[in-house]
């Protein structure tokens, strides 16, 4: 209960903290105005995770069933340009986030998401939907790694309950948002949601220019560093496994994103039953994070991320034993607490060993070869698919999860220790 507790403490009072300078009951103290930034941020998260959520949750039904597209690998090319996009823009968008600040990354995100948004909307053709999809994959990118580096500048001493609560903000968003999608494909179309994406990313873009500061002049502690850590490329074999755990994390996800809603339709489920399974992931996943992340700071990470990756190892091959809506729902729910347990203890993790004047580069890198994932992932698993029959794809994504497991337990240094 006391992690509980103390997960949930930030949010309450940064509500306190809004609610009495509305009724002019007295001046921001500081510690109200860190408090304050981390609802924005948390705010244009929560809108930039709506975004990503009806993106995700129709993209391989848009293209099966507006474009006509037959093929599980071309279907996967449309995850893979976004996660080929979104991966490069967090590698090069965290280290200019370094030198011109937070805020002009996230704002310049969110609008070309919104362009990403209209495109889709107007798509006729492959490269249309190609072209969408890969604007909101840059936007995301510089949006999210933006987000999540100013959270652990506003929140430096608790870096596992920044990244749950970045992350909660994210995949709550994500579960709106695809719920969101389903409600407006069925009602409207397959067309009518990424108009309303679009409408989302300009309000964040708005949002995100009044109400996120520079980050960096609330930065009260500095993680105590090794001096002579100076080099990048220093920290390469510590971070290789998690680099390689976030990496498979992303082929599980493109094999949700991609392949579970085709998955689900041909079992006969519609699009309101495809997109409350696939909601159900991400919201275990988006609900457990903050807690997972808090718990990770004071128990240590490795422990907890090994035990989500095996628990998703399982969850993934369930997914083939059933064809019943209730289980499979169970099911979804299952694989969302697993990736609840490793995904926000990763970046944490990295965040650990990374000094301060590295940490937006290095946050970047990470992103950058975990989306790598997306990218290879939908078309591993869309050739798969294609030559050997859909089922293997989960199989496939169960044995890189297995192998992500190892490579944790084996290799990977516990780092809880290194955190304030």
Request: aromatic content about 10%; overall charge positive; proline content about 3%.
């Amino acid at each position: 209960m006391d992690y509980i507790s103390e997960t949930v403490r930030p949010i309450i009072s940064a509500c306190k903290s809004m609610r009495a300078f509305a009724g002019g009951v007295r001046r921001p103290t500081e510690k109200d105005r860190v408090y304050l930034i981390a609802a924005g941020l948390l705010f244009v998260e929560l809108l930039a995770g709506v975004v990503w959520g009806i993106q995700r949750g129709l993209s391989s039904l848009f293209a099966k069933e507006i474009l006509m597209i037959a093929s599980f690998t071309q279907i996967g090319m449309v995850t893979s340009v976004f996660g080929l996009t979104k991966a490069v823009t967090n590698l090069f968008m965290g280290a200019l986030s370094d030198r011109v600040g937070r805020r002009p990354v996230i704002v310049v995100g969110a609008i070309v998401s919104a362009l990403g948004g209209m495109v889709i909307a107007s798509a006729d053709q492959f490269t249309g939907m190609l072209l969408g999809t890969a604007l909101i994959g840059l936007g995301g990118g510089s949006t999210f790694v933006g987000i999540m580096v100013a959270m652990t500048e506003v929140i430096p001493s608790r870096i596992g309950l920044a990244m749950g609560l970045f992350q909660l903000a994210a995949y709550g968003g994500s579960t709106l948002g695809t719920s969101l999608a389903g409600y407006l494909a069925v009602s409207y179309g397959l067309r009518q949601p990424f108009t309303v994406l679009m409408a989302i990313s300009a309000v964040g873009a708005v949002a995100g220019f009044f109400f996120i500061p520079k980050t960096k002049g609330f930065v009260h502690e500095e993680r105590t560093r090794p001096k002579e850590r100076v080099k990048i490329t220093a920290y390469a074999r510590q971070l290789a496994p998690m680099y390689f755990a976030g990496f498979s994390s992303k082929i599980m996800d493109s094999l949700v994103v991609s392949f579970l809603p085709l998955y689900l339709v041909g079992l006969g489920m519609d699009i309101g039953r495809v997109s409350t399974v696939m909601s159900a992931f991400t919201f275990s996943w988006a609900l457990l994070q903050p807690l997972t992340g808090h718990t990770s700071d004071r128990i240590g990470r490795k422990k907890i991320i090994v035990v989500g990756l095996a628990g998703s190892v399982i969850s993934v091959v369930t997914f083939t034993l059933t064809g019943s809506f209730t289980l499979l729902v169970a099911c979804s729910l299952l694989l969302g607490v697993g990736a609840a347990l490793f995904y926000t203890p990763l970046v944490a993790m990295v965040s650990d060993i990374a000094p301060s004047e590295l940490e937006g580069t290095l946050i970047g890198s990470y992103r950058f070869f975990r989306d790598l994932g997306y990218f290879v992932g939908p078309l591993l698993l869309g050739t798969i698919a294609d030559n050997l029959g859909l089922i293997n794809a989960f199989y496939a994504t169960s044995l890189i999860l297995l192998v992500a497991t190892l490579t944790i337990q084996l290799l990977a240094e516990e780092t809880v220790e290194r955190a304030d």
